[in-house]
């Protein structure tokens, strides 16, 4: 008993535990809370105006990429390592971040406005003006470098809070689908607007330092951004070419299945988050550590994605039927496919953090667009004929390979392919 309430100290004394434990909370309060009222929000629109829906925010999140610019994981990094600097790295990742969001705004509705002038369209547009505030996520990367989860948490926590009153008031009185999608905009106005109000530090950086500092980002940056554009192609691609191939129905369909067979997807994220400067100091002090440590974490990860994907497949039909009503039961047979790629995303989420500690970010560059590549041959191959398994089936080869098999491509990647071997002995 007092080796236990010694062990438990402990672990509240460690910060790294005390900040994962927080991203922790804050993703489960997030996906629970936000998976239930996505259940009556899918079973408020039915299948075809929650295609139109899905259609509308996997279309603008396609821009997403180009607006992260690949800098995410790098401004972790940097601002580990550069601690003095860290309101320069800050004010110069979200300015540069605030214009290209509105470079993609004008994109977008540019396209919109010659080749796409149909009812989506409008839908689409009022999706994209979440566009105008994806710079917040930097915020995210301060707090998570500083190990101070409990912030992000709060923050996240208090939007999530506003935003599922006002999508209950939305079903209770029956507001129009363009409403919803107001909200979804809004949602990430309101978390910036309240990171805006809870940062410390003055965000303030000289036209020189402004240069310096995007100068040694873009160095590193240009595969990464190319590998997001690639990633979110195979993450979103098959939601855009269900509604383009064959009916906002299937789209629908799909969503519904995606959308329970990625709610596990923050797990290894955000554990993935909370460890990050953890390894990147493993890493600095000993190889051999290091190495244990992601031994540790690979087999964690795979004993977690295996059993959900063995549950969820035996139970796809009772839980979708409970969930969403007999008019999403083709669900199911999505569900039973598309939940054997959660194996990958949970690897991948390994992979992605590993790639930038080794420096081997030109290998994402050949690993996204490989997989994005992989998915939209599939998918012009299987959607027309299978419709929404044919896209499941597309993602589940896509992710296996980008995710764990293309390691196997390059010497310096191959001993990651071994990894999940290695973690079991």
Not at 88 to 110: A, R
Not at 161 to 178: A, D, N, P, Q, T
Request: charged share 15%; hydrophobic share 55%.
């Amino acid at each position: 008993m007092a080796y236990l309430k010694i062990t438990i100290n402990k672990l509240i004394q460690n910060k790294l535990f005390f900040n994962t434990s927080w991203l922790l909370f804050e993703k489960i309060s997030r996906i629970i809370l936000g998976f239930f009222i996505s259940v009556f929000v899918i079973r408020y629109f039915g299948p075809e105006k929650f295609g139109i829906y899905s259609y509308s925010i996997a279309f603008i999140e396609l821009f997403v990429p180009f607006i992260d610019f690949g800098l995410n994981s790098l401004v972790v990094r940097k601002l580990v390592q550069e601690r003095a600097s860290n309101s320069e790295i800050i004010t110069t990742v979200i300015i540069v971040k605030s214009l290209l969001g509105v470079l993609s705004v004008m994109s977008i509705y540019f396209i919109l406005y010659f080749f796409i002038n149909d009812i989506e369209s409008y839908y689409i547009k009022l999706a994209a003006i979440s566009l105008f505030f994806r710079f917040a996520n930097v915020f995210d990367f301060f707090y998570e470098s500083n190990l101070q989860g409990k912030t992000s948490a709060i923050v996240k926590s208090s939007s999530l809070f506003v935003i599922s009153l006002l999508k209950i008031f939305g079903i209770i009185y029956h507001w129009r689908l363009e409403y919803f999608l107001l909200i979804f905009s809004f949602d990430f106005f309101l978390i910036a607007a309240i990171y805006y109000s809870f940062i410390k530090i003055n965000l303030a950086v000289k036209p020189q330092q402004f240069v310096e500092i995007f100068k040694s980002l873009i160095k590193e940056s240009w595969p990464l951004l190319l590998a997001g554009f690639a990633q979110i192609v195979y993450l979103k691609i098959d939601i855009v070419m269900l509604g383009n191939l064959s009916t906002t129905e299937q789209v629908g369909l799909y969503s519904t299945a995606a959308k329970i067979s990625e709610i596990w997807i923050f797990l290894p994220i955000t554990i993935m988050a909370g460890i990050f400067p953890k390894l990147i100091e493993k890493k600095s002090k000993s190889e051999s550590d290091y190495n244990q440590y992601l031994k540790k974490i690979a087999r964690a990860f795979l004993l977690m994605s295996l059993s959900l994907s063995v549950v969820l497949f035996f139970l796809s039909e009772m839980i979708i039927g409970l969930l969403f009503g007999d008019g999403f039961l083709a669900s199911s047979e999505i569900l039973k496919i598309h939940i054997w790629s959660s194996i990958f995303i949970f690897l991948g989420a390994i992979l992605s953090k590993w790639i930038i500690i080794e420096r081997y970010t030109k290998f994402s560059f050949f690993q996204h667009i490989s997989g994005a590549t992989l998915n939209v041959v599939l998918n012009l191959i299987l959607i027309p004929r299978y419709h929404g398994i044919g896209a499941a089936v597309s993602t589940l080869v896509s992710y296996s390979f980008s995710y764990y098999f293309c390691t196997l491509f390059t010497g310096k990647t191959r001993r990651f392919f071994y990894l999940p071997f290695y973690s079991f002995k």
